[in-house]
């Protein structure tokens, strides 16, 4: 009886306990609409929306859900959604369309979510929002306005708009959308902090417009609207390899504006543009996406966006039509100059001569103020390599450029000072890839350290991952590659920030992994993967960059490079649990296969460009774009079973096992396990895509690490090689082959790069390669993922995608004492971390509220294998079977020891 009280009176403390913690930590919290966070200005009819909860109890689980949704934010919080509510939904859902009431144009809806735990408690998230914008190109009614002038002429135009207001405004919205680039001020204050808006598009195929809330910087009165027009990709004037300066849509910049202006009284007036608009000549005598801008400070025009200027010897403007009829909101996550970096040194060549040292390569542009007499030239040139004598060596990435070097010069800023006191410029229009910045002028002028400030610039993603390790190579290559990352995502992915700036489509879905593990990118993927429908061919072609203005459908735009169009929906899938962009896509990738089919009947390709710039031994052409053709096939396959496509998916799971047959018919030697020559590429790359037979991947990727300790652990890759060879290795037994190849750091490696300086990826595994040589390129990025997998083991499920179940398979590597992987997934932190202490493993696992994992452990780990975690952090201290006799993996002594 005393035994039975007391565990009565323990199981009601428990229960109280678990109730009263319940209620602290048991939070829906991180409300997204469309993976941003109370969007304004959407066109999309039916948004996501998600949530994750915030549990630290052991099996932490939702078990429930209801969504409400109202325009009324007090009805919503007391539960009343006369939009939309889901009601009760027994589900374990985080990311759930919205089904109530088509939304109406200029409306914010007001949103909460409803979740239940699984003892059936409840608990109700904070009030987030979403406003729609245009949704549709009817709702505009400016017109379209430009300066009138042709595409040769250099200067960037003011726009200015005077208006009355005599009524207490309640809101205000900006919509504006251009054909070239834009700053939009209001009464004298520029409006939002970000650059390079609109985001690049096929201009003629799709336009996005900009929604910004200008209600805090209108007043009762007279108000004025200022827009400065750039020509950013729309009007290419600089001349290089790619015929910007031919794409068909190339003219003039243009815009649209609709400034909405809702009074407390209710009523609406919208000030749009059209003829009543004035427009000048501004500072900005050039500007170019490419090279550089130019700015003649003696042709400032203070307070031009504000009320009380003169314009009276501004001119008229002229109207023009759109350049294309579908005109749709930008929503993503906008480029920001995101870290400001003072310069660690600067070198005084001379009077006219200061060269600045920022101490790490990346993309953005610099801030310069300086007085001197007027007239004064300056020239601001950016680059990534110092000669010996101290100047800047601009020789690795101008080599495409076509144009006026003296004119035009390349990365390099040109200002004239006023001479009316302290000049300050900045780019508006342009950005560039640089580590070294050189001052020169006209005349002597006075600079220091503080004088020229430098901004990393790119998209504002949020990082997600990040790496930590008791190797200092480690975590250089781990911050070299996310640094090379960001440098190349300006609204799209991008090869380099200097040479090209060109969507290399191959750079692209080659690092999407390494993206999607460090940063939080699925917006700037959707409106990507936009750009890739607007450019795609009625036949299925894609061009091997995009956007494109006509260059890149040529005879190598093929599987390797152009597979973006399946990789990245399907990967999307994978790491977010979102399938809206593999629907989006799905014809698109259908369409690109059956092209293949048609001119490949036998399942075999060469149509590709290979293992671009490899070390030194070259792989079949056809081999490595067959896998392509097999992986882009297997995913249109997976993808119709999710879609429910029955049809689809019989025959093109059917069609991907003729491919694979093919490629093994051909190329596997069943008796040696060599594929092809046997190069490393050519054994690693049907590794990693699963094209080798299950009964040949014992023997092929032993070949694959006998051929690996051949070159003492050394690369011998090209780019779909470095893709493909660390995870064949961890993947099929050789997990440690594949660390000791990644901590390489004699040539040619990663680490190689670093140990001779570099704080970003390289084009070309030789320092001293005469060509393939900017020193900020991504398309030998993978090793940045390659952390979370190979090391820490973290892998989505694709059969509960978005990391709702992990798959962990951690690799202790005997030679690092400590690691940590951290990744913010969907669900919340997935943490793997693990620490070697007097010959055992101390291992850490944090698994998010509503997740699960199967925990993998490696065959040197004595005791269970195979474990199933749930939410909640675990603890576990594994001691390790004769690890040094495990590692030769029963080799005949060709690996490590």
Same mark, same amino acid.
């Given at each position: 009886?005393?035994?039975? /009280?007391?565990?009565?009176?323990?199981?009601?403390?428990?229960?109280?306990?678990?109730?009263?913690?319940?209620?602290?930590?048991?939070?829906?919290?991180?409300?997204?609409?469309?993976?941003?966070?109370?969007?304004?200005?959407?066109?999309?009819?039916?948004?996501?929306?998600?949530?994750?909860?915030?549990?630290?109890?052991?099996?932490?689980?939702?078990?429930?859900?209801?969504?409400?949704?109202?325009?009324?934010?007090?009805?919503?919080?007391?539960?009343?959604?006369?939009?939309?509510?889901?009601?009760?939904?027994?589900?374990?859902?985080?990311?759930?369309?919205?089904?109530?009431?088509?939304?109406?144009?200029?409306?914010?809806?007001?949103?909460?979510?409803?979740?239940?735990?699984?003892?059936?408690?409840?608990?109700?998230?904070?009030?987030?929002?979403?406003?729609?914008?245009?949704?549709?190109?009817?709702?505009?009614?400016?017109?379209?306005?430009?300066?009138?002038?042709?595409?040769?002429?250099?200067?960037?135009?003011?726009?200015?708009?005077?208006?009355?207001?005599?009524?207490?405004?309640?809101?205000?919205?900006?919509?504006?959308?251009?054909?070239?680039?834009?700053?939009?001020?209001?009464?004298?204050?520029?409006?939002?902090?970000?650059?390079?808006?609109?985001?690049?598009?096929?201009?003629?195929?799709?336009?996005?417009?900009?929604?910004?809330?200008?209600?805090?910087?209108?007043?009762?009165?007279?108000?004025?609207?200022?827009?400065?027009?750039?020509?950013?990709?729309?009007? %290419?004037?600089?001349?290089?390899?790619?015929?910007?300066?031919?794409?068909?849509?190339?003219?003039?910049?243009?815009?649209?504006?609709?400034?909405?202006?809702?009074?407390?009284?209710?009523?609406?007036?919208?000030?749009?543009?059209?003829?009543?608009?004035?427009?000048?000549?501004?500072?900005?005598?050039?500007?170019?996406?490419?090279?550089?801008?130019?700015?003649?400070?003696?042709?400032?025009?203070?307070?031009?966006?504000? #009320?009380?200027?003169?314009?009276?010897?501004? %001119?008229?403007?002229?109207?023009?039509?759109?350049?294309?009829?579908?005109?749709?909101?930008?929503?993503?996550?906008?480029?920001?100059?995101?870290?400001?970096?003072?310069?660690?040194?600067?070198?005084?060549?001379?009077?006219?001569?200061?060269?600045?040292?920022?101490?790490?390569?990346?993309?953005?542009?610099?801030?310069?103020?300086?007085?001197?007499?007027?007239?004064? =030239?300056?020239?601001?040139?950016?680059?990534?390599?110092?000669?010996?004598?101290?100047?800047?060596?601009?020789?690795?990435?101008?080599?495409?450029?076509?144009?006026?070097?003296? $004119?035009?010069?390349?990365?390099?800023?040109?200002?004239?000072?006023?001479?009316?006191?302290?000049?300050?410029?900045?780019?508006?229009?342009?950005? $560039?890839?640089?580590?070294?910045?050189?001052?020169?002028?006209?005349? #002597?002028?006075?600079?220091?350290?503080?004088?020229?400030?430098?901004?990393?610039?790119?998209?504002?993603?949020?990082?997600?991952?990040? +790496?930590?390790?008791?190797?200092?190579?480690?975590?250089?290559?781990?911050?070299?590659?996310?640094?090379?990352?960001?440098? &190349?995502?300006?609204?799209?992915?991008?090869?380099?920030?200097?040479?090209?700036? &060109?969507?290399?489509?191959?750079?692209?879905?080659?690092?999407?992994?390494?993206?999607? /593990?460090?940063?939080?990118?699925?917006?700037?993927?959707?409106?990507?993967?936009?750009?890739?429908?607007?450019?795609?061919?009625?036949?299925?072609?894609?061009?091997?960059?995009?956007?494109?203005?006509?260059?890149?459908?040529?005879?190598?735009?093929?599987?390797?490079?152009?597979?973006?169009?399946?990789?990245?929906?399907? =990967?999307?899938?994978?790491?977010?649990?979102?399938? $809206?962009?593999?629907?989006?896509?799905?014809? &698109?990738?259908?369409?690109?296969?059956?092209?293949?089919?048609?001119?490949?009947?036998?399942?075999?390709?060469?149509?590709?460009?290979?293992?671009?710039?490899?070390?030194?031994?070259?792989?079949?052409?056809?081999?490595?774009?067959?896998?392509?053709?097999?992986?882009?096939?297997?995913?249109?396959?997976?993808?119709? $079973?999710?879609?429910?496509?029955?049809?689809?998916?019989?025959?093109?799971?059917?069609?991907?096992?003729?491919?694979?047959?093919?490629?093994?018919?051909?190329?596997?030697?069943?008796?040696?396990?060599?594929?092809?020559?046997?190069?490393?590429?050519?054994?690693?790359? #049907?590794?990693?895509?699963?094209?080798?037979?299950?009964?040949?991947?014992?023997?092929?990727?032993?070949?694959?690490?006998?051929?690996?300790?051949?070159?003492?652990?050394?690369?011998?890759?090209?780019?779909?090689?470095?893709?493909?060879?660390?995870?064949?290795?961890?993947? &099929?037994?050789?997990?440690?082959?594949?660390?000791?190849?990644?901590?390489?750091?004699? /040539?040619?490696?990663?680490?190689?790069?670093?140990?001779?300086?570099?704080?970003?990826?390289?084009?070309?595994?030789?320092?001293?390669?005469?060509?393939?040589?900017?020193?900020?390129?991504?398309?030998?990025?993978?090793?940045?993922?390659?952390?979370?997998?190979?090391?820490?083991? +973290?892998?989505?499920?694709?059969?509960? #995608?978005?990391?709702?179940?992990?798959?962990?398979?951690?690799?202790?590597?005997?030679?690092?004492?400590?690691?940590?992987?951290?990744?913010?997934?969907?669900?919340?932190?997935?943490?793997?971390?693990?620490?070697?202490?007097?010959?055992?493993?101390?291992?850490?696992?944090?698994?998010?509220?509503?997740?699960?994992?199967?925990?993998?452990?490696?065959?040197?780990?004595?005791?269970?294998?195979?474990?199933?975690? =749930?939410?909640?952090?675990?603890?576990?201290?594994?001691?390790?079977?004769?690890?040094?006799?495990?590692?030769?993996?029963?080799?005949?002594?060709?690996?490590?020891?």
């Amino acid at each position: 009886m005393i035994k039975l /009280y007391r565990s009565i009176i323990f199981l009601t403390l428990f229960l109280f306990s678990y109730s009263l913690k319940g209620e602290l930590s048991f939070l829906p919290v991180d409300l997204k609409t469309d993976h941003l966070e109370n969007p304004i200005g959407i066109d999309n009819p039916s948004p996501r929306l998600t949530w994750r909860i915030e549990d630290n109890r052991q099996g932490a689980k939702q078990s429930a859900y209801r969504i409400i949704v109202g325009t009324d934010s007090l009805k919503v919080v007391n539960g009343d959604g006369e939009i939309w509510d889901s009601g009760k939904v027994d589900s374990d859902r985080q990311l759930v369309t919205y089904k109530g009431t088509n939304p109406t144009p200029f409306t914010k809806y007001f949103w909460k979510v409803i979740v239940w735990d699984g003892m059936q408690q409840t608990s109700t998230s904070g009030i987030q929002s979403f406003e729609t914008g245009m949704m549709g190109i009817s709702s505009w009614q400016g017109d379209w306005i430009s300066d009138g002038k042709d595409i040769h002429y250099e200067g960037a135009p003011y726009f200015r708009k005077k208006f009355e207001t005599a009524r207490e405004i309640a809101s205000a919205r900006a919509y504006i959308a251009v054909a070239g680039l834009y700053e939009l001020h209001i009464n004298g204050e520029r409006i939002g902090n970000q650059r390079l808006d609109p985001m690049y598009t096929r201009f003629d195929r799709r336009n996005l417009y900009v929604t910004h809330d200008v209600t805090a910087q209108l007043q009762k009165g007279e108000n004025v609207i200022g827009v400065i027009l750039g020509n950013g990709w729309y009007n %290419h004037q600089s001349m290089a390899v790619w015929d910007f300066h031919r794409a068909p849509w190339r003219n003039r910049p243009a815009f649209c504006l609709d400034l909405r202006i809702t009074y407390t009284d209710g009523s609406i007036e919208t000030i749009p543009t059209n003829l009543s608009w004035k427009r000048s000549d501004s500072p900005v005598i050039f500007n170019s996406i490419y090279t550089a801008e130019h700015y003649d400070a003696r042709l400032e025009q203070g307070g031009w966006s504000g #009320p009380g200027f003169d314009d009276s010897q501004w %001119h008229g403007v002229m109207l023009r039509s759109a350049p294309s009829t579908n005109i749709t909101a930008q929503q993503l996550r906008p480029v920001r100059n995101v870290l400001t970096l003072p310069a660690q040194s600067v070198n005084k060549i001379n009077e006219k001569t200061y060269v600045y040292d920022f101490g790490q390569n990346m993309s953005g542009v610099t801030q310069i103020k300086v007085s001197g007499e007027a007239g004064t =030239e300056l020239r601001i040139k950016h680059g990534e390599r110092l000669y010996d004598n101290g100047r800047i060596d601009l020789s690795n990435i101008d080599v495409y450029y076509r144009g006026d070097k003296e $004119k035009d010069p390349f990365q390099t800023d040109i200002l004239i000072l006023s001479g009316k006191g302290e000049d300050e410029f900045m780019p508006r229009f342009n950005y $560039k890839g640089f580590r070294y910045v050189e001052v020169t002028s006209t005349e #002597p002028v006075d600079l220091d350290k503080n004088s020229v400030t430098a901004y990393f610039m790119h998209s504002d993603v949020s990082p997600i991952g990040k +790496i930590e390790t008791s190797s200092d190579l480690i975590n250089q290559l781990w911050r070299a590659t996310n640094n090379a990352y960001l440098s &190349n995502l300006m609204g799209y992915p991008t090869d380099c920030p200097q040479r090209e700036k &060109n969507g290399w489509t191959g750079d692209g879905h080659l690092a999407i992994e390494s993206a999607l /593990y460090n940063f939080d990118g699925i917006t700037v993927y959707e409106k990507w993967l936009a750009d890739h429908r607007d450019e795609q061919q009625p036949n299925g072609v894609l061009p091997d960059i995009i956007p494109t203005g006509g260059w890149g459908y040529g005879t190598a735009n093929g599987l390797d490079w152009t597979s973006t169009i399946a990789i990245i929906p399907w =990967e999307i899938y994978k790491f977010y649990g979102d399938s $809206k962009l593999l629907a989006d896509c799905y014809e &698109n990738i259908k369409r690109y296969v059956d092209y293949v089919d048609r001119i490949s009947p036998e399942g075999l390709t060469s149509w590709g460009r290979g293992d671009w710039v490899p070390v030194k031994s070259h792989s079949n052409l056809e081999l490595t774009s067959s896998v392509y053709f097999y992986v882009d096939t297997k995913i249109l396959a997976e993808a119709a $079973k999710l879609f429910g496509k029955e049809n689809d998916c019989r025959y093109y799971s059917a069609l991907a096992e003729k491919i694979k047959n093919a490629i093994n018919d051909k190329y596997l030697d069943r008796k040696t396990g060599i594929y092809a020559s046997g190069t490393q590429t050519e054994l690693s790359v #049907p590794l990693q895509w699963k094209v080798v037979p299950e009964e040949m991947i014992t023997k092929v990727a032993y070949n694959l690490a006998r051929k690996v300790k051949e070159a003492g652990f050394h690369l011998d890759v090209g780019v779909l090689g470095a893709k493909a060879i660390l995870n064949a290795l961890s993947e &099929n037994g050789y997990p440690e082959v594949a660390y000791k190849v990644a901590v390489q750091d004699t /040539y040619p490696s990663w680490g190689w790069w670093i140990v001779n300086g570099a704080t970003t990826l390289l084009e070309n595994w030789d320092l001293d390669a005469e060509r393939d040589i900017s020193d900020n390129h991504m398309m030998f990025g993978e090793i940045g993922a390659w952390f979370f997998k190979g090391l820490g083991g +973290i892998y989505p499920d694709t059969a509960q #995608p978005g990391f709702k179940h992990i798959i962990l398979r951690p690799h202790f590597e005997k030679d690092l004492a400590q690691f940590d992987a951290q990744f913010q997934s969907p669900y919340g932190l997935v943490q793997s971390q693990w620490e070697w202490k007097k010959g055992k493993i101390n291992y850490q696992v944090a698994i998010p509220a509503n997740s699960s994992a199967t925990l993998y452990l490696p065959d040197y780990v004595k005791g269970e294998k195979v474990t199933v975690l =749930e939410a909640g952090t675990h603890n576990f201290t594994f001691t390790m079977d004769n690890m040094n006799n495990m590692l030769m993996r029963q080799c005949d002594n060709i690996l490590i020891y």
